[in-house]
DNA sequence: CTTGAAGACTTCAACGCTAAAGTTCGAGGC
DNA sequence: GCCTCGAACTTTAGCGTTGAAGTCTTCAAG
């Protein structure tokens, strides 16, 4: 279940193995910290892997990425499943633009309904339905056992030293980027 | 230098603190591994706010991530960095549709050249240009800078513990979608 | 020399997204 | 009660991408 927006393409990127990668940086650019580059490109190709993975599972089971993160964010707004298509956008990041589109597609496959709201017709309700809700518990399993099987190499202890350091990583992005998504006081 | 595929969005999601959207996860999902979910979702969060930042860097630059990219892949080449439209899209996981385009546009800024092989008159040669090459240098100072100050509060064993760890994990996620980009061979 | 087939790139239609303009409804001043 | 402002969503235009069809070149065989 990362919440990665992501991008499958036609296929995957071939690229070059992290080492050959890095001597050619080397190579072109005098100044470079092995061990940091190491860190940085392990960090974005793994995600990178796990994103194209993510989408395998969701195309087999008949949904896509845009509508994975939709169904997540309502389910986890818990009960009743409801939020307008502003609100949506803002938790995606997405415009509204994108949203009422998306909420389209989505109604025309029976994953969420779209209302007006009865006590204020500008507002429109979307709502999570029962077949949504369904799709997203499979979508959740195949997710979690993809992750279990992913850190199965790694003892507790590391899977521990590795959510903390990520964690530090994460507070000290979010110190130096302000504005790029995070809450601040989440961490502290 | 990630060398992430991104989306920055018309601005960064709004998200639940981690551990709240993990309480959220195990309410609405009973059997899930708080220890993994957080592993993974730092993971991802970690990332997109990466790329956020890179993003950002780079348009102060004045060139795009795609824009990033092509130049990347050009200067790995090595000199005297020239690549043919198909081995870019290969090399980027884009169609050739969407390089002949990217191609277009980098030409008109002076980023790139475009010209027909003199050899084999079906073939194209896309070479970097100085000023190509010359923007790459920035960015590339940018993106060590911005990468230096992330892990600043690791030590030196922290961060080969964690590039150690991640190393694993990318092993074993191409072990288990072998097609996702990588090459198996590359670590072994 | 002509023809057929394969390869490399480009063009075209459709799609999803962004930014900006437009529409509709509700709320507060007068 | 009317008017104006603001909020919430939708529509429109433009861009970059994919997938499929099209064009042009090369190579090899007849």
Known sequence: MSDNPERS????????????????YQREFRDLDP????????LGRLNRRMNVAYGRQLADLGISNAEWEVLKTLVLAGEPYRLGP???AK?????????????DRMAGEGLVTRDRDENNRVRVIVELTDEGRSKWLE?????????????QDLTSDERGVLGEILIRLLRR???????AGGRLTDLD
Request: hydrophobic letters at 40%; zero cysteines.
């Open 9 to 24: 393409g036609p296929q995957a990127p071939q690229e070059p193995s992290l080492d050959e990668q890095i001597a050619a």
């Open 35 to 42: 061990q940091v580059e190491k860190v940085v490109s392990a």
């Open 139 to 151: 979508a959740m399993r195949m997710a979690t056992d993809f992750e279990e099987e992913l850190l």
């Open 86 to 88: 502003g609100e949506l």
């Open 91 to 103: 938790r995606l990041g997405l415009t509204p633009a994108a949203m009422t589109h998306r909420i």
């Open 173 to 179: 992005v979010e110190l130096t980027q302000p504005d």
